[in-house]
Each structure stands twice: as structure tokens, then as C-alpha cells.
């Protein structure tokens, strides 16, 4: 199985801050890499697929980057709607597999 | 306006059955592949199982394999898990997802999920 590192596990970041969050897999997954977000008691939420792509409606301040084995996860100007979970997500090989998770709260 | 409900989730005894249902709404659904995914209390997400449209391809991860049956109506705009020979380890919040992609993978929308408790 494909192992998908998440960092940091936590996060707590100032409103306006720019935030990272990277993703390592354990091997070559070209960009089959999603990122979601989950509010608490919410289902999760599609918002980067294939690496980079923003999905309709999701606001441009969030960003996707990377191929291969190292992806990032941006979002320019943290806002208070954006504290959640965020998932990095593998479809390159069966099984899928997620990545642990990054809680990122308000400072 | 897409919309995925799951039902059938409850508290049932290690070695017991269960039966999820997940109806779909605002979308054609005999035209895409569908999902279930889990997420136990506190825990990370975990993929469980996936079938094509047509149900002619249908995976499962090692986990639940042999155990967990997933099927659809296309007729009835539904999708279903079976979950026999259950374990405290399946207890979790369990998701169905539109996947969305041309590959197995991309889930975009998830329904609002349904508890599964395994416990005696």
C-alpha cells in the first residue's frame, strides 16, 4: 500500500496567515493527489484534485502543488471559515489511501 | 442540487450484519462510479470499497474483503453495504461518495454519514 505522509499533524495559524501543509507519498504517484477539507461533524469536502486543480466553487485562496512524491497544500490568507482537517489523498494505485490528517486552528 | 443520504447505520454485536443504504439525489446516477469510505471516532479517513456504474468492476480493501458486500440499484438511485461478520475495528462513521474522476479515486460529493457500533 501506498503510504501518504501528512505534516505537521497541527496546526494553529493567525487570520491572514499563509499556511502550508506538505504531503509525502511512499512512492511515485505522478499527481493522482486530492486534497479535503473537513469541518467538524462534516463530511469532507473536495477542494484541490489531480495535484492542483481548484474544484468549482472553492475559494482561489486555497492552492495545490507537486508531483511525484512531495505535494503542498496552500492557503494564502487563512480565514476563520477555513479551520477544519485537511486529508491529502493517493488514487494512483489501489488500495487509496489517505493521509493522516493536519488540524489547523486559529491562533 | 446533488445530495447523498446514508441510512442504516446502528449498534449491532461483534459478529453480527448490517445493511447501509445511501440514496442519491440531483445527478444521474446509473453514470458514475460510487464509493463508500470510513472514518473511525477521532480517527483518519479509510477507502472501503468501490463499484462502477454498471457494477461490472468492483473493489474492496483488504480490511473488509470477504466480509462486505457493495452493490447498487441504478433503478432506485441507490447504493448499498453489506457487512457481514462484523469486528469492534469496523466501527465508524462510514461516507458514500460520488467518484467523480475518469479513475478510481476522486470523491466529490460525500453524503453526511451514518455510525456503525460494534460492541457488545
Known amino acids: 500500500d501506498i503510504q501518504m505522509t501528512q505534516s505537521p499533524s497541527s496546526l494553529s495559524a493567525s487570520v491572514g496567515d499563509r499556511v502550508t501543509i506538505t504531503c509525502q507519498a511512499s512512492?511515485?504517484?505522478?499527481?493522482?493527489l486530492n486534497w479535503y477539507q473537513q469541518k467538524p461533524g462534516k463530511a469532507p469536502k473536495l477542494l484541490i484534485y489531480?495535484?492542483?486543480n481548484l474544484e468549482s466553487g472553492v475559494p482561489s485562496r486555497f492552492s495545490g502543488s507537486g508531483s511525484g512524491t512531495d505535494f503542498t497544500f496552500t492557503i494564502s490568507s487563512l480565514q476563520p471559515e477555513d479551520i477544519a482537517t485537511y486529508f491529502c489523498q493517493q488514487y494512483d494505485n489501489l488500495p487509496i489511501t489517505f493521509g493522516q490528517g493536519t488540524r489547523l486552528e486559529i491562533k | 442540487e446533488v445530495q447523498l443520504v446514508e441510512s442504516g447505520g446502528g449498534l449491532v454485536q461483534p459478529g453480527g450484519s448490517l445493511r447501509l443504504s445511501c440514496v442519491v439525489s440531483g445527478f444521474t446516477f446509473s453514470s458514475y462510479s460510487m464509493d463508500w469510505v470510513r472514518q473511525a471516532p477521532g480517527k483518519g479517513l479509510e477507502w472501503v470499497s468501490y463499484?462502477?456504474?454498471?457494477?461490472?468492476?468492483?473493489y474492496y480493501a483488504d480490511s473488509v474483503k470477504g466480509r462486505f458486500t457493495i452493490s447498487r440499484d441504478n433503478a432506485k438511485n441507490s447504493l448499498y453495504l453489506q457487512m457481514n461478520s462484523l469486528r469492534d475495528e469496523d466501527t465508524a462513521v462510514y461516507y458514500c461518495?460520488?467518484?467523480?474522476?475518469?479513475?478510481?479515486?476522486?470523491?466529490?460529493?460525500w453524503g453526511q454519514g451514518t455510525l456503525v457500533t460494534v460492541s457488545s
Open positions: 512512492q511515485d504517484i505522478s499527481n493522482y
Open positions: 463499484i462502477s456504474s454498471s457494477s461490472s468492476t468492483i
Open positions: 489531480d495535484a492542483s
Open positions: 461518495a460520488r467518484d467523480y474522476g475518469t479513475v478510481v479515486g476522486v470523491f466529490d460529493p
